[in-house]
């Protein structure tokens, strides 16, 4: 493994990031924007309110995309052990 081969497998990590961590930063990003402005329409101020619905659209993201987010990180897995395996057998 040479530093040509860097550069993909980096390229491939900061992918396999995006798309696992991407789905909850955006739901949380778009939570805590929707509640902000509800919070300012009303002038209710309280940090519960803005946390409960944060955790609970993370919770059914996990519950719907939960066997996509294991079966990219398996996936992901399997190939970095394939690439150790064919490291460690030149």
Known sequence: MGQDDLGPLLRDMMVLVLKLGGP???ATLLVGLLVS???TVTQI???TLAFVPKVLAVGLLL???GPFML???NDA???IF???I???GS
Do not use: C, K, S
């Open 45 to 47: 101020n309280e940090p």
């Open 24 to 26: 909850m930063l955006a």
């Open 77 to 79: 897995t399997r190939q």
């Open 82 to 84: 394939d690439r150790v």
């Open 86 to 88: 064919a490291v460690g």
């Open 71 to 73: 079966t990219t990180l």
């Open 37 to 39: 402005l509800i919070q």
């Open 63 to 65: 519950l719907f995309l």
